[in-house]
């Protein structure tokens, strides 16, 4: 099956630096990769995906890029504020071939820290 | 609100005792899951729904029931818990066709 793994596990910037997460999968026929963000005492929201097909994808301060080669994708935060604080989760699926029964597998997470 | 719910949102029983948890979503979502979220592990899919009546095992069904018996809701069934089975609990569904997924607020539960 699927095994995704996410770097680094504890992120610490300064307010107004960017942060990247960075995430590799190892199933080939893995073709959407969305970003999940988890505030405390919430559930994972989803901030931005992409599919196999896209290189890069920008929503605002957030951009994830894809590289399919070498099996990783990473998001990028830019100007990051302190409501950025949280913990981020990436994950990968074959996406809706089976008509979405491929479940997300999730990166272990980064604990996001803007410092002020 | 387009939302998922869950109930409860903390439980605290013993070992043995049959419980349920139930998920609801008001989106008209085919697809409905549940996922497990224990630290250092990220989530972790125990069971899915593709429509009523068709559920399927994920990574870690072992130990848990589900059933689907109407399109709004998924309960998540513990027929004899155990203390490994303390944990972080979301429920989550999708649009047939789609791979966004909306999760719930999460139950957390603890099994003593």
């Known amino acids: 099956g699927e095994n995704v793994e996410q770097h680094p596990s504890t992120l610490s910037v300064q307010e107004g630096d960017s942060a990247v997460i960075k995430c590799t999968y190892s199933?080939?026929?893995?073709?959407?990769f969305p970003w999940y963000k988890q505030e405390l005492g919430k559930g994972p929201q989803l901030i931005i995906d992409?599919?196999?097909?896209?290189g890069e994808k920008k929503d605002q301060r957030i951009a994830v890029t894809l590289n399919k080669t070498a099996k990783h994708f990473s998001l990028h935060i830019t100007e990051t504020q302190p409501e950025d604080s949280a913990v981020y989760f990436c994950a990968a699926s074959r996406g809706v071939s089976g008509g979405g029964a491929d479940g997300l597998t999730f990166g272990k997470g980064t604990h996001l820290i803007i410092q002020p | 609100e387009a939302q998922v719910t869950q109930n409860p949102r903390y439980l605290i029983t013993v070992t043995g005792k049959k419980l349920t948890v139930t998920c609801s979503q008001n989106m008209n979502h085919e697809y409905m899951s549940w996922y497990r979220q224990d630290p250092g592990l990220g989530l972790r899919q125990i069971y899915y729904s593709m429509n009523v009546e068709v559920t399927d095992k994920g990574d870690v069904p072992e130990g848990y029931k589900v059933s689907r018996k109407e399109k709004r809701n998924f309960p998540l069934i513990l027929e004899s818990p155990s203390p490994n089975q303390t944990s972080l609990y979301f429920c989550?569904?999708?649009?047939?066709?789609?791979?966004?997924?909306?999760f719930g607020p999460g139950t957390r539960l603890t099994v003593l």
């Open positions: 199933d080939s026929a893995s073709n959407y």
């Open positions: 992409i599919r196999s097909n896209v």
């Open positions: 989550a569904s999708s649009l047939f066709g789609t791979d966004t997924q909306y």
